[in-house]
């Protein structure tokens, strides 16, 4: 009977030692609560630690980087162009009793870090011109487009005097001295996706499709020129050629005809009147046929073969003025 009556005090006391004892781990911190309030500091340091049983409660907070994902807004810049800026965060908490009785919980905080950050993301926006939030520097793009001037390219995109990344601190700059009150520190802000609204979207890719049909078309005039002067160079070659071609055929026919000439005086001077004789029964052959009709006087010198032979001429075969 006594055994049982020290068995149940000491399972109480086991109970009361289990229910009251917490462990936090490197990942965690502790706030003590006690009917809803905060009592002593809070436990930063990983380890084993006893609390009151019912009465006192252990509020975990994590200690490691949390993430904050601001919502995307339309926000314009200082030139009057129109963005959807998505932005993010990495915040932690540095003050957990801090935290606890501000915000009390991350859902608050993150509240709060959109009420904060939001407003200083479309402040630094709206101060700078479209180009500064968009890069960080004027460093030369890595990439070649033919038919894009690179003069031009530099006139539309403008200089870079402060930048993406300036944009970026100065935003965290504003927002972490209202972040201290908290029991938080921002850690680091960027901005992960920036787009044209829809309407100015439309003009930017017409404006696009504009620039490339002009790129396009210089190409084809381009190519049409250079086809010009490939036919002008083709034709002024075939003229050469056909013109080389015309002299020294002309030259060939010069060389024939000289040749001829000199044959034909070779054999005129070796027989005069046989060369006239033949040359006369030619043009007899192609002037006169069987339906010829010739008036002529009997001292034509045209028909001198048909009335006979003068003296020295060449041995011939006589030739009546009556024969055919």
Do not use: C
Request: overall charge neutral.
């Amino acid at each position: 009977m006594k055994m049982k009556l020290l068995i149940i005090p000491l399972v109480i006391i086991l109970i009361a030692i289990f229910s009251g004892a917490y462990v936090v781990d490197e990942t965690e911190q502790v706030v003590i609560t006690q009917f809803g309030k905060s009592i002593g500091k809070a436990k930063l340091q990983p380890g084993l630690y006893f609390k009151i049983p019912v009465i006192q409660q252990a509020n975990y907070f994590p200690k490691n980087l949390l993430e904050w994902d601001g919502d995307a807004g339309q926000v314009p810049t200082l030139d009057k162009t129109f963005l959807y800026v998505d932005t993010f965060a990495r915040w932690k908490i540095v003050d957990p009793l801090m935290f606890f009785q501000t915000v009390n919980n991350v859902t608050g905080a993150l509240a709060r870090l959109d009420d904060i950050i939001d407003p200083a993301v479309r402040n630094f926006v709206t101060s700078y011109p479209l180009i500064e939030t968009v890069r960080n520097s004027n460093r030369e793009l890595d990439k070649f487009e033919m038919g894009v001037d690179r003069a031009d390219e530099e006139r539309i995109l403008g200089d870079v005097t402060t930048g993406r990344g300036k944009i970026t601190r100065g935003i965290m700059e504003q927002a972490q001295p209202k972040l201290k009150d908290f029991g938080i520190e921002l850690v680091d802000v960027q901005i992960k996706r920036l787009n044209y609204v829809e309407q100015v979207r439309k003009s930017v890719y017409d404006r696009m499709i504009a620039e490339r049909k002009q790129i396009a078309q210089k190409f084809r005039s381009e190519g049409e020129g250079e086809a010009r002067i490939i036919e002008g160079n083709r034709g002024k070659e075939l003229k050469r050629i056909t013109s080389e071609a015309y002299r020294t055929a002309q030259e060939v026919m010069g060389k024939a005809d000289a040749e001829s000439t000199l044959i034909y005086a070779h054999a005129y001077e070796k027989g005069p009147e046989f060369y006239s004789f033949i040359k006369s029964l030619d043009v007899y052959d192609k002037t006169m046929d069987k339906e010829s009709s010739l008036l002529l006087s009997t001292d034509s010198d045209f028909l001198k073969y048909f009335k006979g032979y003068s003296a020295g001429a060449v041995d011939l075969p006589q030739i009546r003025k009556g024969d055919n």
